[in-house]
């Protein structure tokens, strides 16, 4: 149990109205990642944080924000979503330098109608 | 770019039969690490197993054992005698270092179907 949670866990919305999804850990992990699961793409990287205030941008960062003004807790914003952004979201940690190696939330299933 | 192809988009056998799922990868960098999730019926992903670029020495545990060859740019996971609760998507991954951190690169998963 890599101490992570996520919520809403699950969340029906309309398009164009802003939604915002919380990762929170317990344990001070340092790295922080969103992605997004969706029929044959695997899990493709949305926004990572290195530390509090230090985010950077992944590979289907288009519609979606982050924040993270705390250690525990990493925000992804869909500032108005998109029927396309229905999906289920993941949220990682990377426990350390020593490890490449990320650890999944429970994750978040997402319907925009 | 760096690529994970997981060409095996489902496979279905019997219970007790092995399995080999398929991991191919593109990468320009000469340190990297790949990576086996699992992701069964109930949603969660687990980690597996990782494995860098440096060590290709086979490895076991169990039932699973995994199979990395630099020379084919390809890391394969094999389930002997498969189980019923072996049932579920997995995942090759493959890191891509950045300047702060690191990203992990998915395949498309490979659907694994048990029967008994």
């Known amino acids: 149990d890599a101490g992570i949670t996520q919520s809403p866990r699950h969340k029906v919305t309309e398009t164009g109205t802003p939604v915002t999804l919380r990762c929170h850990q317990t344990e001070n992990h340092r790295y922080m990642y969103w992605y997004r699961q969706d029929p044959g793409h695997g899990l493709r990287l949305i926004h990572y944080?290195?530390?509090?205030?230090?985010?950077d941008k992944g590979e289907v960062s288009d519609g979606y924000s982050v924040s993270r003004s705390k250690t525990e807790d990493f925000l992804l914003t869909l500032e108005s979503a998109t029927s396309s952004q229905t999906s289920v979201y993941f949220c990682?940690?990377?426990?350390?330098?020593?490890?490449?190696?990320?650890?999944f939330g429970p994750g978040t299933r997402l319907l925009v109608l | 770019a760096q690529k994970v192809t997981q060409a095996q988009t489902e496979i279905s056998v019997v219970e007790k039969e092995d399995v080999t799922l398929d991991c191919v990868y593109e990468?320009?960098?000469?340190?990297?690490?790949l990576f086996w999730y699992k992701q069964p019926p109930s949603g969660e992903l687990v980690f597996l197993i990782r494995r860098n670029s440096f060590d290709e020495q086979n490895e076991i545990s169990g039932r699973y054992s995994w199979n990395f060859q630099k020379s084919t740019s390809s890391f394969n996971f094999t389930i002997t005698a498969s189980q019923v609760v072996d049932s579920a998507v997995y995942f090759c991954?493959?890191?891509?270092?950045?300047?702060?951190?690191?990203?992990?690169?998915f395949g498309a998963g490979t659907i694994l179907r048990v029967k008994s």
């Open positions: 990682a940690i990377r426990p350390g330098l020593a490890t490449e190696t990320q650890y």
């Open positions: 944080s290195y530390g509090v205030k230090d985010t």
């Open positions: 991954a493959l890191s891509e270092s950045q300047e702060y951190g690191n990203k992990l690169v």
């Open positions: 990468t320009r960098d000469t340190t990297y690490y």
